[in-house]
Nanobody, 123 residues
Framework: QVQLTESGGGLVQGGGSLRLSCAAS?????????MGWFRQAAGKEREFVAA???????FYADSAKGRFTISRDNDKNTLYLQMNNLKPEDTAVYSC????????????????WGQGTQVTVSS
């Protein structure tokens, strides 16, 4: 079992930056899981943002490429999402995910979900 707890969300002006963190806990080894981030804006469907597998290979949604960087620290059991040049359309609840199957995780079928952290970008 893995528990995921996000932090780092908040209110930021357009063009600003935020770094989200996701602390993983539980009996299962964090290093064996693919990890990622999804987001859901009010009134919209949840969408994939970024993912990283156990060998630290990364994959990004087009909307995140060039602005967001996903990384993980297996020693600290923590996943990060550095978000730069934020735009109002990035406003959403960002959720951390984990799973054994990288492809299924990217498709939105991870084994575990966090509760989410709100990111609000003002214009």
């Amino acid at each position: 079992q893995v528990q995921l707890t996000e932090s780092g969300g908040g209110l930021v002006q357009g063009g600003g930056s935020l770094r989200l963190s996701c602390a993983a806990s539980g009996r299962t080894s964090f290093s064996n899981h693919a990890m990622g981030w999804f987001r859901q804006a009010a009134g919209k469907e949840r969408e994939f943002v970024a993912a990283v597998n156990w060998v630290k290979s990364t994959f990004y949604a087009d909307s995140a490429k060039g602005r967001f960087t996903i990384s993980r620290d297996n020693d600290k059991n923590t996943l990060y999402l550095q978000m730069n040049n934020l735009k109002p359309e990035d406003t959403a609840v960002y959720s951390c995910v984990a799973g054994y199957d990288y492809a299924r995780l990217i498709r939105g079928e991870p084994d575990y979900w966090g509760q989410g952290t709100q990111v609000t970008v003002s214009s």
